[in-house]
């Protein structure tokens, strides 16, 4: 439980740092999931599963950047 804490308060000094790596993840996301569906086919195309997760990631940043 020692290192879980210590990881997170890691975690949380390097986000503070970068506040805005999360949120340029998310969008990073959104243009894969973007190109994606242009050229792939397949369940990561159609699921859209990369634009869900860079949307999640990049409200995620947004709320840590205001919370840091």
């Known amino acids: 439980m020692k290192a879980f804490g210590k990881l997170l308060d890691t975690v949380?000094?390097?986000?503070?740092?970068r506040k805005g790596l999360l949120p340029l993840l998310g969008?990073?996301?959104?243009?894969l999931n973007f190109v994606a569906r242009?050229?792939?086919?397949g369940w990561l195309a159609e699921s859209d599963?990369?634009?869900?997760?860079?949307v999640i990631v990049a409200i995620l940043g947004f709320l840590l950047a205001w919370a840091l």
């Open 38 to 41: 242009l050229f792939l086919t």
């Open 27 to 31: 969008i990073l996301l959104v243009i």
């Open 49 to 54: 599963l990369l634009l869900h997760l860079g």
């Open 12 to 17: 949380s000094n390097f986000i503070a740092h």
